[in-house]
């Protein structure tokens, strides 16, 4: 039976998906020139000689690199025409990869990289190579979500008890009272400050900050009699009155 014109190109076409590969054929693939796959193999060993290389193959000298760098150390498994064997040269010719090796090996590394020769359309459409997502990006995006959880929580039940101690009369009480300390604090140390016998008292405390200074004099280490405290209190009681006038 005479061989058709597509089956003839079928055979010469490039095998894309291969049980095992030579180094140089998995930089060929994952550079995307596999149609080229024949004259870079023929070219490579004789430019290797020489240690020229082709600009227009730039891609797959990088990618060819990173494939070694996976094999000295010890991260990329390999063996011998599809048989692991760990004790053989790295740049031995028969040394090869296995497909599911490979594919371990670049989901960890290069998890950015989805190549049609190693990941099927399924896959390259759930994690596409711009994507950056891997399983152990969505394990990570998993812990980040229970943390921020966890921290949320924390949140709504420190609201729920200020809530609480808002709503609860004792402790609305004891705020007032504080509050209302503070202030017969104050205006108990100003009603000294005028019933003290002074020269020209007038005169000298003819400015806020002139009475501040006195009761810090006279008062330094009463609770609520802070210079801070004194000013606030002092400039919420002006606008107070002005706004009865």
Known sequence: MPITTSESERERRPQLRKT????IEVAI?????LTEEQIIINSYKHNRQH???IPEWEEFYTKLEQIYDGLMNGELAYGKFGQKDVY???????????????KAWMSKFYPYDRPEF????LERQLFPPTSGFNVESLQLLFLERESLKTQVDKHKEAIKELSYKLENPTFKDKL??????TYLTII???LDLLHTPAK???????????????ILTRYPRIYGLSERNLKGKFAQAKRHLTSEL
């Open 20 to 23: 095992y590969y030579y180094p």
């Open 29 to 33: 693939r994952w550079s995307g020139l």
């Open 51 to 53: 240690n020229h290389k």
């Open 88 to 102: 053989m040269n790295i740049y031995d010719p028969a040394l090869s990869i296995r497909h599911v090796d490979l």
């Open 118 to 121: 190693l990941f099927d359309p």
């Open 176 to 181: 007032n009272s504080k509050s209302e300390n």
């Open 188 to 190: 108990g140390a100003l």
């Open 200 to 214: 020209n008292q007038i005169q000298h405390y003819k400015t806020l900050d002139s009475v501040i200074d006195a």
